[in-house]
């Protein structure tokens, strides 16, 4: 391995032990492909503990070069990005390391804490997701706390971006929700892509949060809610946000009619 960072609460041995055994251990919450991530419970030395493994796909070589002289691999992103959030006090799974260029096949890793969370905002904004399951006891009680979540979590984009923190790739799946006492906590994953220190318009504000949402009517309970910090007028605040979710609904509906092409394109390379 060329590079790798630990919490000083954790040993370099165990962690080093079970990502030689990562194949083998473990249960997938995301399945093989670009990325995979598995949760592993590691009980050994006193120490028990779940992790969450993120195993980055390999780079090609123009990638590796950037990440190795500029950004940094993203698991090494990944793992500063987390301690620079958590010191700026916005929620994420406790960063435990990162190893680069780990194992014969040179692969690098991100492991984090695994956190338990009640649901994410892709159950909170994407209700037409969940038709099969709408009459269910879960899915009900989310129906009931649907607004008070999306209200919080105005609350909680607006602190993000008053400290400067532009989430690249700030997405439904990407949040975590904790259920705390009625509140409701959130959690950022997926950290690889991220800038801080920046100063946003509300322009580049509602951008940021423009793949999160579609529905009219919670788009209108977040913009609401979102004026009343930023002190804006609400017309103005869903003016930005409805055009950059226009441009989001665009963007994807020619990535999906372009990836035939595009695939029969990348095998013929």
């Known amino acids: ?21 990562f194949d083998k251990i473990g249960e997938y919450v995301v399945e093989p ?54 010191g700026k006090k916005i929620g994420t799974p406790e960063p435990i390391a990162y190893f680069d260029k780990f194992g014969k096949d040179k692969r690098d890793y991100y492991i984090s804490e695994d956190l338990k969370y009640d649901f994410t905002c892709r159950e909170i904004f994407w209700p037409e997701d969940y038709e099969e399951v709408k009459e269910e006891n879960w899915y009900k009680k989310i129906e ?40 409701y906590e959130f959690y950022l994953v997926d950290l690889n892509r991220m800038k801080f220190d920046v100063k946003m318009s509300i ?29 804006l007028p609400e017309k ?5 946000l409805n055009k950059f979710i226009k441009k989001h609904k665009n963007y994807v509906f020619i990535m999906d009619l372009t990836r035939p092409v595009r695939r029969a394109f990348k095998k013929k390379k």
């Open 203 to 231: 322009k580049s504000r509602m951008k940021n949060v423009s793949r999160m949402m579609e529905d009219e009517k919670l788009t209108k309970i977040f913009c609401n809610e979102y004026a009343k910090y930023c002190k």
């Open 1 to 21: 391995m060329n590079d790798y960072k630990i919490n000083k609460n954790y040993e370099k041995e165990i962690l080093v032990k079970t990502l030689e055994n």
């Open 33 to 86: 492909g670009r990325n995979e991530i598995k949760r592993v419970v590691i009980d050994e030395k006193n120490f028990c503990k779940t992790l969450n493994i993120k195993k980055f796909k390999k780079p090609n070589f123009i990638s590796n070069v950037i990440y190795k002289y500029i950004k940094g691999s993203k698991a090494k992103r990944s793992f500063e990005y987390a301690k620079k959030l958590l």
């Open 144 to 183: 009931e706390k649907r607004e008070k979540v999306i209200r919080q979590f105005a609350k909680f984009s607006y602190g993000l971006h008053e400290k400067g923190i532009y989430f690249e790739d700030y997405s439904p799946g990407n949040v975590l929700i904790v259920e705390k006492s009625k509140n």
């Open 236 to 240: 103005v605040v869903y003016k930005n």
